[in-house]
């Protein structure tokens, strides 16, 4: 996996990029077939195609993040909300420093609530931030890959994400998610966390998931993401 930036000094000088890519993951369960470090994989995936693609600066990734709901389960770790939200701001303000006065946060755990609000503050006085993929993106995402799994009953370690790994390292990815699939309602996940609605870390539809989805799903984020530089970087763009 050829995820992390290996870009030099020099490298960064030609390129002269004004927008700045910081992937997001986490380190949490993803059930028995996923490896604890897939939101990463997955965050690292989008940000690196999205930053050749639009010959944007590529920041090595943030790996540990807000897994609260995943506490109890054996390697999985967490930051306080308060900290994801300091090194994220940290980050913009060090890139600035340095001439790059945009960033796009590429964020592969949907337990990051806080980096909304991050980016809402990073823009009150002119637009420098973004926060990616939007929900639209991973619906047009899922639409495009033609999975057979809504984004609602395919929440944790399901279709989307197994797919998405059995293209970019399926040797990571074990035989048990042909047998994983569970689905459950979870109106009290902030309270009970998952553990209150699977047994086994999996909210989803992993036996549904190929490779050639995970493609098509990642062709589709690197093409939506054009959406959100446009509005980064245009006023005039909404």
């Known amino acids: ?20 890519v910081l992937p997001v993951g986490s380190f949490e369960q993803h059930g028995d077939h ?13 940000a690196k195609a999205a930053a050749a693609a639009y010959d944007l600066m590529l920041l090595p990734p943030v790996t540990i993040s807000c897994s609260q709901e995943h506490t ?25 420093s340095s001439g790059v006065d945009r960033l796009v946060v590429v964020n592969g755990h949907g337990g990051n609530y806080v980096l909304s609000n991050v980016v809402q503050e990073a823009n009150v006085g002119g637009r420098r931030m973004a926060l990616y993929p939007r929900r639209e ?15 609602h009953d395919d929440m944790h370690a399901g279709e989307i994400e197994t797919s998405l790994l059995l293209h970019l390292c399926p040797e990571l990815v074990h035989d048990s998610h042909r047998a994983a699939d569970h689905r459950a309602e979870r109106p009290d996940l902030l309270v009970v966390g998952m553990r209150g609605y699977t047994d086994t870390g999996v ?30 970087r245009d006023p005039a763009q909404h």
């Open 1 to 20: 996996m050829d995820l992390i930036t290996t870009a030099t000094t020099a490298k960064e000088a030609t390129r002269r990029a004004d927008v700045a």
């Open 34 to 46: 996923l490896p604890l470090l897939t939101d990463t994989i997955v965050a690292c995936a989008i």
């Open 72 to 96: 109890g389960w054996p390697g999985s770790v967490s930051i306080r909300s308060s900290t994801l939200a300091r090194i994220v701001t940290d980050v913009a303000e060090s890139l600035r």
């Open 137 to 151: 993106d991973w619906e047009t995402a899922r639409r495009q890959a033609e999975l057979d799994s809504s984004g």
């Open 203 to 232: 909210i989803g539809a992993p036996s549904l998931a190929t490779a050639s989805k995970g493609k098509a799903v990642l062709d589709s984020l690197t093409a939506s993401f054009a959406s959100t530089l446009a509005v980064l």
